[in-house]
């Protein structure tokens, strides 16, 4: 009783934000209108086979964790309405941003060591309407970014404390949970290597451990092959595309005709604020104003790597978040061009950036308070939560004016 008290003590801020968060995605869910979201049908028809046993080909989607998960639960309310079975898929997803949310505390923690800092960049977060929105979803997005932010935290804290045999067990078993939920988590594969590299060419046990470091890549190739990872349906005929020769459309003709679109067409307003695809966009006034603080946050986030790399006071954990940023950027710029080249349409929307939310919250933020003055920061912070809450009511009452007034 007295270690449960001492817990609740210890994160008892956290546990405020969580019974925030748990209010707002509730009101979400509650008002959302049902089957809305993206794909949400289409996810709710895959979920339903699992339950009902049908191996039909809509359900080869290859997320088996997530679908086993979903599906197992359905299976208790298969005989229920419809739209009692989607609010209650839309709560699971919920959850999984609840965990979302700890993991997000817990990296401010762990960078910051500043309850302050931790507690506005959490705030920010549970309050921003697209998190809001995506993590509600029907869809595998809201467990891709719960294990994508676990992932990230725990990439930290090995850099933190070392590599040790719990935290090399714990990431392990994230990274190839993530591989069994969306193909956005073979990009980890990179920072799991690199990590464990780094860890041991620093405590120079590199050469000891080189045939470990073999047979774990053979392993992890056999599990990327013969399991439901989508390596095979998804990610080698990316591939093929991109090296692909034949097709004269190039890289440079992508970047030249379709960049503008890529940033400021469904990339930048999707990633703010663009409810149910291309339907329900805010106003052009209000993706004026994010696009202006985009810009100063990213002005504000050059000036800061400057200075720290002026100073030598660059450190490993600014390293990892700068390659975390470059490359979800690249992959996903990549992304759209195979899209492009291969089938002739676009892929790429903004929420396809939210598994590194965390950190883009804590940029977005720190970009910012490069320009003002340190005398000022509890009135920014206040403004800054105050417009964050008014955004996510005015979200929801946008989505279902417009959904309605259709």
């Keep these: 009783m007295q270690n449960i008290y001492t817990l609740i003590k210890k994160y ?3 546990a405020i934000i969580i019974f925030i968060f748990i209010i707002i995605e509730s009101i979400w869910i509650i008002t959302i209108p049902t089957l809305s979201t993206p794909d949400s049908p289409y996810k709710l028809d895959n979920i339903q086979n699992y339950a009902k046993g049908i191996k039909a080909p809509i359900i080869q989607e290859p997320s088996p964790l997530y679908y086993t998960i979903t ?3 359905d299976k208790l309310f298969i005989h229920t309405r419809i739209s009692s079975q989607v609010k209650f898929l839309e709560f699971i997803s919920a959850l999984f941003s609840i965990i979302t949310v700890i993991f997000a505390y817990k990296i401010s923690e762990l960078l910051f060591n500043d309850k302050k800092i931790t507690i506005i960049n959490t705030l920010t977060l549970i309050l921003f309407p697209m998190f809001s929105y995506v993590g509600i979803m029907i869809d595998l997005d809201a467990l891709l970014i719960c294990l994508y932010t676990a992932f990230i935290y725990y990439s930290l804290k090995i850099l933190k404390e070392g590599l040790n045999k719990k935290n090399f067990i714990i990431i392990t078993i994230i990274l190839f949970l993530g591989l069994l939920t969306k193909q956005n988590m073979f990009l980890n594969i990179l920072f799991y290597i690199g990590i464990i590299f780094y860890e041991l060419y620093r405590k120079r046990l590199l050469k000891f451990y080189v045939k470990y470091i073999i047979g774990g890549a053979f392993i992890t190739l056999l599990f990327l092959i013969f399991f439901n990872t989508g390596f095979k349906s998804i990610v080698i005929p990316r591939l093929e595309l991109l090296l692909n020769q034949n097709n004269s459309y190039s890289i440079l003709d992508y970047t030249t005709y379709n960049f503008h679109r890529f940033y400021n067409g469904l990339i930048f307003k999707s990633f703010w604020g663009i409810y149910g695809y291309i339907f329900y966009p805010l106003q052009n006034s209000i993706y004026f104003l994010l696009e202006i603080l985009s810009i100063v946050s990213i002005i504000g986030i050059v000036i800061k790597i400057y200075n720290y790399i002026k100073e030598r006071n660059i450190n490993k954990y600014i390293i990892y978040i700068i390659l975390q940023f470059i490359i979800t950027f690249i992959f996903l710029y990549l992304l759209d061009f195979t899209s492009v080249k291969g089938y002739g349409g676009y892929f790429v929307q903004g929420r396809y950036f939210f598994p590194i939310i965390s950190l883009l ?3 977005f933020i720190s ?6 003055p340190k ?6 912070y206040f ?3 105050a417009l964050m809450l008014l955004f996510n009511a005015y979200s929801i009452f946008m989505i279902n004016y417009k959904f309605f007034a259709i």
């Design 12 to 14: 008892k801020y956290l």
């Design 71 to 73: 599906g197992n639960i």
């Design 361 to 363: 919250i804590i940029g």
């Design 367 to 372: 970009g910012l308070k490069m320009f003002i």
């Design 375 to 380: 005398r000022y920061y509890d009135q920014f």
């Design 383 to 385: 403004i800054l939560i």
